[in-house]
T-cell receptor, first 115, second 115 residues
Framework: KNQVEQSPQSLIILEGKNCTLQ??????????LRWYKQDTGRGPVSLTI?????NTKSNGRYTATLDADTKQSSLHITASQLSDSASYIC??????????????FGQGTILTVHP | DGGITQSPKYLFRKEGQNVTLSCEQN?????MYWYRQDPGQGLRLIYY???????QKGDIAEGYSVSREKKESFPLTVTSAQKNPTAFYLC??????????????FGDGTRLSIL
């Protein structure tokens, strides 16, 4: 069964600190991996999209990495701000085959940034 | 501004009642989707549509129905057959299903509760 597992489930850090969120997946074949940020009571917003040939992609203070061999990704947040408090969702899109185009969502990591 | 509008933001359903959630997009996207989000779980696909007058069941379509009479609109009806409808419902759109590197754009959701 295609799955996406994220860790930790929740994380609390102080403002200005860095943090790293993890995502492991079993989706195969694989097309791309996405990270979304979801504020409480809002819809998810896309942060990065990486195909199997990309191993790092940045969006401001957010840097995502991908190891397609080990099926692992991470999202690193630098110099955290209070506005980074949100749920971060890892999403994997299947490649050609029965799962083509289908998105599999992780359960999310809830990040809380304290002043 | 281009985007996806979901309404209402909050909705209450009585026993035996059907309710309809609205989703409108002005992004000129062909594909539209409905997801259900429950606490601690990843988003689950209810229905999706690739083109006007065509739609397909997702992973949890039972108790739900949709229509796609216009490119811009993809309403979701939660019928009385859905015995556990309390959830956060998200509508999304994208250029094409299965297109790599193209994110799904999400609305801000409708929270449905049972009276």
């Amino acid at each position: 069964k295609n799955q996406v597992e994220q860790s930790p489930q929740s994380l609390i850090i102080l403002e200005g600190k860095n943090c790293t969120l993890q995502c492991n997946y079993t989706v195969s074949p694989f097309s791309n991996l996405r990270w979304y940020k979801q504020d409480t009571g809002r819809g998810p917003v896309s942060l990065t999209i990486m195909t199997f040939s990309e191993n790092t992609k940045s969006n401001g203070r957010y840097t995502a990495t991908l190891d397609a061999d080990t099926k692992q990704s991470s999202l690193h947040i630098t110099a955290s701000q209070l506005s980074d408090s949100a749920s971060y969702i890892c999403v994997v899109q299947g490649g050609r085959g029965t799962s083509y185009g289908k998105l599999t969502f992780g359960q999310g990591t809830i990040l809380t940034v304290h002043p | 501004d281009g985007g996806i509008t979901q309404s209402p933001k909050y909705l209450f359903r009585k026993e035996g009642q059907n309710v309809t959630l609205s989703c409108e997009q002005n992004l000129n996207h062909d594909a539209m989707y409905w997801y259900r989000q429950d606490p601690g779980q990843g988003l689950r696909l209810i229905y999706y549509s690739q083109i006007v007058n065509d739609f397909q069941k997702g992973d949890i379509a039972e108790g739900y129905s949709v229509s796609r009479e216009k490119k811009e609109s993809f309403p979701l009806t939660v019928t009385s057959a859905q015995k556990n409808p309390t959830a956060f419902y998200l509508c999304a759109s994208s250029i094409l299903i299965g297109t790599s590197n193209q994110p799904q754009h999400f609305g801000d959701g409708t929270r449905l509760s049972i009276l």
